[in-house]
């Protein structure tokens, strides 16, 4: 599927070869072991927050030193919608694959009313999606929900093709 290609486009260099190129920058202008913990602690922090599996508390700055160890200031929500309709959508491209799998030259009808009823699950996953990003976006108007909701929605191909999406990001 197009939007599993995005977003593991977005995952990847928007996310992890971006933060890591900071990472990789801070520490080199480090001048304590304990810069090197607070920027690696600093670094998962925004990988966790930027893939939606946690969110980042708002005064997360971690100042303190001479510890060995920094737990980055993250609370886990326990449905995180982003994250969760991520899941359902992975989940939706397996059922997908593993159809195809078993499909002979011809679609019987069986096959026929799997693929409809996948194509319609997709789509309304993907729809929802959007509005819980777009939704977002409105609130924190983070940067990495604007670079995810570009990636998923290039040439506003979504909110274009899907009925009542009427997504106006900026």
């Given at each position: 599927?197009?939007?599993?290609?995005?977003?593991?486009?977005?995952?990847?260099?928007?996310?992890?070869?971006?933060?890591?190129a900071i990472l990789k920058s801070a520490i080199q202008d480090a001048n304590e072991?304990?810069?090197?913990?607070?920027?690696h602690s600093e670094f998962l922090k925004n990988l966790l927050h930027e893939t939606f599996v946690m969110t980042a508390y708002k005064d997360s700055e971690l100042k303190c030193k001479h510890t060995l160890y920094q737990v980055p200031a993250l609370k886990q929500e326990k449905n995180s919608m982003v994250y969760e309709t991520i899941l359902?959508?992975?989940?939706?491209?397996?059922?997908?694959?593993?159809?195809?799998?078993?499909?002979q030259s011809d679609l019987t009808e069986v096959d026929l009313q799997k693929l409809s009823k996948l194509k319609s699950e997709s789509e309304s996953l993907i729809e929802m999606l959007l509005h819980v990003l777009y939704s977002l976006h409105q609130k924190s108007s983070g940067q990495h929900l604007l670079q995810l909701l570009h990636h998923i929605d290039y040439n506003r191909w979504f909110s274009k093709n899907i009925v009542n999406l009427n997504l106006t990001v900026s």
């Open positions: 599927m197009y939007i599993v290609n995005n977003l593991q486009y977005y995952l990847q260099v928007d996310v992890i070869e971006a933060r890591f072991f304990e810069d090197i913990i607070r920027l359902q959508i992975l989940s939706v491209c397996d059922k997908f694959c593993s159809l195809v799998k078993n499909w």
